[in-house]
């Protein structure tokens, strides 16, 4: 399926899904391209042993791309594991926590899914809620949370894929009396803006969002609090054991492993995170103007807690829904639903989505509102 866009070229549909998401229309073509003989080896990439030289050579590009790009420290092991963000709810307990106190900074349903699965394996505890009356519209200030001297680690969603809510800054927990290292689960807004490792222990990211295709966990962990795990954790899953063995412990997720390092390339291509995080601003500046100005659409989000790369609004008229999302489609913008448990729709508008498609988006946004007023 393509369509046009107004300048009459001929275009793929802007893919606005939460996760899995787009990627860059150019990795998918060099995918393509060489998805039966990769770089003359005679094999495609999913077809290659985990441990040959051309698998390897794919992997420490990916690593050594992935720390250009965030300024990873040298004192922070890169893992590539399976499991997804889900998973890493259990493993970053089962690897830290020894069982004992973990503070969580609750901001959406995916620090409450983490809160929760927590609970498992460790005296998991709310520091600090966002919610309000089932809503979730604001990152509750710093200077509140209640954290505990003992607590081995504070987890946060750096930005909350459903809600819409997005910590503009990482907290300085050692500036609130603080020694536990930060955890943040930024699956969806990694490679958006530096991460200021000063502040974080461990950053973990499913890739289905920024990064490349379901499958592949990043867990980016400072050396120093790998090796306690607890005796239930799964060898698979001991960072210890996936650190020594370079990710390769088990068979990591290859394929996704190359698709990632070449995300990495195309990102670096494009001028690093310092560029996404100039182009995130844009894109969200242009949509939360337009939201915000229109009468028609809102957003309830408090301005400076809104994600720049999940934007969910309402019509103020919601018996319009399904006319908007078919006139969205057949447009070819796709997969403006919101997630069923906030409802109305969701842009989500990461790396991948080029300036472009927000600003086609506000066309159809505008037109709509034009013929229904
Ligand atoms: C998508 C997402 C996850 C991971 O989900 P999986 O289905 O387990 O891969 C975790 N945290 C956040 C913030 C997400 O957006």
Same mark, same amino acid.
């Given at each position: 399926?393509?369509?046009?866009?107004?300048?009459?070229?001929?275009?793929?549909?802007?893919?606005?899904?939460?996760?899995?998401?787009?990627?860059?229309?150019? #990795?998918?073509?060099?995918?393509?391209?060489?998805?039966?003989?990769?770089?003359?080896?005679?094999?495609?990439?999913?077809?290659?042993?985990?441990?040959?030289?051309?698998?390897?050579?794919?992997?420490?590009?990916?690593?050594?791309?992935?720390?250009?790009?965030?300024?990873?420290?040298?004192?922070?092991?890169?893992?590539?594991?399976?499991?997804?963000?889900?998973a890493e709810n259990a493993i970053v307990p089962m690897n830290l926590s020894r069982g004992g106190a973990v503070d969580f900074v #609750?901001?959406?349903?995916?620090s409450?899914k983490s809160l929760k699965e927590a609970a498992r394996y460790c005296d998991a505890r709310v520091a600090?809620?966002?919610?309000?009356?089932?809503?979730?519209?604001?990152?509750?200030?710093?200077?509140?949370?209640?954290l505990r001297p003992d607590a081995a680690y504070v987890h946060l969603?750096?930005? /909350?894929?459903?809600?819409?809510?997005?910590?503009?800054?990482?907290?300085?927990l050692?500036?609130?009396?603080s020694n536990a290292p930060l955890v943040i689960d930024?699956?969806?807004?990694?490679?958006?803006?530096?991460?200021?490792?000063?502040?974080?222990g461990l950053?973990f990211?499913?890739?289905?969002?920024?990064?490349?295709?379901?499958?592949?966990?990043?867990v980016?962990v400072r /050396?120093d609090l790998i090796g306690q795990a607890l005796a239930i954790c799964p060898?698979?899953f001991d960072y210890r054991?996936?650190? *020594?063995?370079?990710?390769?412990?088990?068979?990591?997720?290859?394929?996704?492993?190359?698709?990632?390092?070449?995300?990495?390339?195309?990102?670096?291509?494009?001028?690093?995170?310092? /560029?996404?995080?100039?182009?995130?601003?844009?894109?969200?500046?242009?949509?939360?103007?337009?939201?915000?100005?229109?009468?028609?659409? #809102?957003?309830?989000?408090?301005?400076?807690?809104?994600?720049?790369?999940?934007?969910?609004?309402?019509?103020?008229?919601?018996?319009?829904?399904? *006319?908007?999302?078919?006139?969205?489609?057949?447009?070819?913008?796709? =997969?403006?639903?919101?997630?069923?448990?906030?409802?109305?729709?969701?842009?989500?508008?990461?790396?991948?989505?080029?300036?472009?498609?927000? =600003?086609?988006?506000?066309?159809?946004?505008?037109?709509?509102?034009?013929?229904? #007023?």
């Amino acid at each position: 399926m393509t369509f046009a866009d107004p300048a009459g070229r001929t275009v793929r549909p802007y893919n606005f899904s939460a996760g899995p998401a787009a990627l860059p229309e150019a #990795v998918l073509r060099q995918a393509a391209a060489e998805m039966l003989d990769w770089q003359g080896s005679g094999m495609s990439v999913m077809e290659m042993s985990h441990r040959g030289r051309e698998f390897m050579s794919i992997c420490e590009r990916a690593e050594a791309d992935l720390r250009t790009l965030l300024a990873v420290p040298s004192n922070y092991r890169v893992l590539f594991m399976q499991g997804g963000g889900l998973a890493e709810n259990a493993i970053v307990p089962m690897n830290l926590s020894r069982g004992g106190a973990v503070d969580f900074v #609750v901001t959406g349903s995916w620090s409450q899914k983490s809160l929760k699965e927590a609970a498992r394996y460790c005296d998991a505890r709310v520091a600090a809620t966002g919610e309000s009356g089932g809503h979730f519209l604001s990152v509750p200030p710093a200077s509140g949370w209640q954290l505990r001297p003992d607590a081995a680690y504070v987890h946060l969603c750096s930005n /909350e894929t459903i809600h819409g809510v997005e910590f503009a800054e990482l907290p300085d927990l050692a500036a609130l009396g603080s020694n536990a290292p930060l955890v943040i689960d930024c699956s969806s807004h990694i490679l958006s803006r530096h991460i200021d490792w000063s502040r974080v222990g461990l950053a973990f990211a499913g890739a289905q969002k920024n990064i490349g295709p379901a499958g592949v966990t990043i867990v980016i962990v400072r /050396e120093d609090l790998i090796g306690q795990a607890l005796a239930i954790c799964p060898s698979a899953f001991d960072y210890r054991l996936v650190a *020594e063995n370079g990710s390769m412990y088990n068979t990591p997720p290859t394929y996704g492993i190359y698709i990632a390092g070449l995300v990495f390339q195309w990102v670096l291509a494009q001028g690093g995170v310092a /560029e996404m995080d100039r182009r995130a601003a844009e894109k969200a500046a242009l949509l939360y103007g337009f939201l915000d100005a229109s009468g028609f659409y #809102v957003n309830r989000v408090d301005p400076a807690s809104r994600s720049r790369m999940n934007v969910p609004f309402f019509l103020r008229d919601e018996t319009l829904n399904d *006319e908007f999302l078919a006139g969205a489609k057949a447009r070819g913008l796709l =997969q403006l639903k919101g997630h069923k448990s906030v409802g109305g729709m969701r842009a989500s508008i990461y790396n991948a989505m080029p300036l472009e498609g927000v =600003q086609a988006l506000v066309r159809y946004l505008d037109e709509f509102a034009a013929a229904h #007023v």
